[in-house]
């Protein structure tokens, strides 16, 4: 007679309002406009930021009209705001004041897009799949503030708070990462290399604690063998 093994399946529940460790391998699958779905970082704590680069992979069919990634603080609801304008247009937001770049469409296909920012010349670059658009200037001179909320799904009207599901994101996101400096062309393409292990010094998808808000879904993305 062969010995009975039992098995044990291990789920991940991400329970709104708990906090919640990493996302390593993980989608977020937003299916609906809400003003109630989201994600918050824990994020690394810094005093102000004098450059800044943010990487993400997303895809969605909603044509215009929400946030991809949001800082506030209490002197800026915009200090840091990556803003889908149109299926076409990005705007950035640094301390309230943004530039906007005209790119490839949105679509559902997931797409790696990073910002980066310097301040001190204010230049400001979006790459699209490893591809860099012209350089733009913006918030020359200017610190982004820290003591904020870092947050995804919804834009924020202040800190954290009041959400509009007008402005909400419908849409697949992961991977997004966030350093205190601006990454080179190779560590660029290394990151839109959608298995690098890496992560960021502010935010690391794999390691950055998190509180989930609503009902939407975190799922295993399969896009990387484990």
Same mark, same amino acid.
């Given at each position: 007679?062969?010995?009975?093994?039992?098995?044990?399946?291990?789920?991940?529940?991400?329970?709104?309002?708990?906090?919640?460790?990493?996302?390593?391998?993980?989608?977020?699958?937003?299916?609906?406009?809400?003003?109630?779905?989201?994600?918050?970082?824990h994020? *690394?704590?810094?005093?102000?930021?004098?450059?800044?680069?943010?990487?993400?992979?997303?895809?969605?069919?909603?044509?215009?009209?929400?946030?991809?990634?949001?800082?506030?603080?209490?002197?800026?609801?915009?200090?840091?705001?990556?803003?889908?304008?149109?299926?076409?247009?990005?705007?950035?937001?640094?301390?309230?004041?943004?530039?906007?770049?005209?790119?490839?469409?949105?679509? *559902?296909?997931?797409?790696?897009?990073?910002?980066?920012?310097?301040?001190?010349?204010?230049?400001?670059?979006?790459?699209?799949?490893?591809?860099?658009?012209?350089?733009?200037? *913006?918030?020359?001179?200017?610190?982004?503030?820290?003591n904020?909320?870092?947050?995804?799904?919804?834009?924020?009207?202040?800190?954290?708070?009041?959400?509009?599901?007008?402005?909400?994101?419908?849409?697949?996101i992961t991977?997004?990462?966030?350093?205190?400096?601006?990454?080179? *062309?190779?560590?660029?393409?290394?990151?839109?290399?959608?298995c690098y292990?890496?992560?960021?010094?502010?935010?690391?998808?794999?390691?950055?604690?998190?509180?989930?808000?609503?009902?939407?879904?975190?799922?295993?993305?399969?896009?990387?063998?484990?």
């Amino acid at each position: 007679m062969k010995p009975f093994i039992p098995v044990v399946l291990v789920m991940c529940i991400y329970l709104s309002g708990s906090v919640s460790a990493g996302l390593n391998g993980k989608s977020l699958i937003f299916d609906k406009k809400t003003n109630t779905d989201f994600i918050r970082f824990h994020a *690394a704590d810094f005093s102000g930021l004098t450059a800044f680069t943010v990487c993400l992979r997303a895809g969605s069919e909603i044509g215009k009209g929400y946030s991809l990634f949001t800082y506030a603080t209490h002197n800026y609801k915009n200090e840091l705001l990556l803003w889908q304008r149109s299926r076409s247009q990005i705007c950035v937001y640094i301390s309230n004041k943004a530039v906007m770049f005209t790119l490839a469409d949105m679509t *559902a296909t997931l797409r790696h897009i990073c910002v980066s920012w310097e301040s001190k010349g204010g230049e400001t670059t979006v790459w699209i799949n490893g591809q860099r658009s012209i350089q733009e200037i *913006a918030g020359k001179g200017r610190v982004v503030g820290g003591n904020g909320q870092f947050t995804l799904g919804q834009y924020q009207s202040s800190v954290g708070k009041r959400f509009n599901k007008i402005n909400s994101f419908v849409g697949e996101i992961t991977d997004v990462n966030m350093w205190d400096r601006v990454l080179n *062309a190779n560590e660029i393409e290394s990151f839109n290399d959608r298995c690098y292990r890496g992560g960021g010094n502010i935010i690391n998808w794999g390691t950055t604690a998190f509180t989930k808000g609503g009902d939407f879904v975190i799922k295993d993305n399969h896009d990387c063998p484990h």
